[in-house]
């Protein structure tokens, strides 16, 4: 089945260190999407990627970082700069380009710091 | 530039009763409009979509039509269920640099 896999589904971090959350889809898609949900709040974007070897930023891009080596996968690092790293995380993926086209997500990934 | 505006919640309400969620939306062109449902500890599933002006978009119950002279695309369901408790996100999508707009979400609680 086609679909978007966030691994893991559950991640701890003590304070000061950097970790990598997966991203994984096999529907083909150009374009990936990383938000960050907070509870009670609906979803900011973090950063985004058209195409291999691209990616922009969203709208609190900072303490995160991304890249997009292989079209299939899209993972995000948060980086010890970002001072509130606490959140649910979503990837998401669609085709690029068309008006028409939904954008499918994974399940989620929820941080936690320690 | 591109928004997506919906009720505050959170709703509760009586199962069988009539749900109208709001949503209005700022574009330019002609933007696609999706209702998206998301349940406790899980990622965000699309519940129904229109395209263009007029559509209507169905699924399990739910309806939403894409109303251009009002920027509108409220979500409605005649009888709603316990199983409908969830978060809904109105979302829009023009296609250029596919960026998808979000609304801030509604929490809707049925209640047997």
């Known amino acids: 089945d086609g679909g978007i896999t966030q691994s893991p589904k559950y991640l701890f971090r003590k304070e000061g260190q950097n970790v990598t959350l997966s991203c994984e889809q096999n529907l083909n898609h150009d374009a990936m999407y990383w938000y960050r949900q907070d509870p009670g709040q609906g979803l900011r974007l973090i950063y985004y990627s058209q195409i291999v070897n691209d990616f922009q930023k969203g709208d609190i891009a900072e303490g995160y970082s991304v890249s997009r080596e292989k079209k299939e996968s899209f993972p995000l690092t948060v980086t010890s700069a970002q001072k509130n790293p606490t959140a649910f995380y979503l990837c998401?993926?669609?085709?690029?380009?068309?008006?028409?086209?939904?954008?499918?997500f994974g399940q989620g990934t929820r941080l936690t710091v320690v | 530039g591109d928004s997506v505006t919906q009720m505050e919640g959170p709703v509760t309400l009586s199962e069988e009763a009539f749900l109208t969620i709001n949503c209005t939306y700022t574009a330019t062109g002609y933007p696609s409009l999706f209702w998206y449902v998301q349940y406790p500890g899980e990622g965000l599933q699309l519940l129904l979509k229109?395209?263009?002006?007029?559509d209507k978009g169905s699924n399990k119950g739910f309806e939403a039509t894409y109303r251009k002279e009002t920027t509108s695309f409220h979500l409605e369901k005649g009888s709603v269920q316990v199983s409908d408790s969830a978060v809904y996100f109105c979302a829009l999508n023009r296609g250029t640099g596919n960026q998808f707009y979000f609304g801030t979400g509604t929490s809707l609680t049925v209640i047997p």
């Open positions: 229109a395209t263009k002006a007029d």
């Open positions: 998401a993926s669609s085709i690029e380009g068309r008006l028409n086209t939904e954008a499918f």
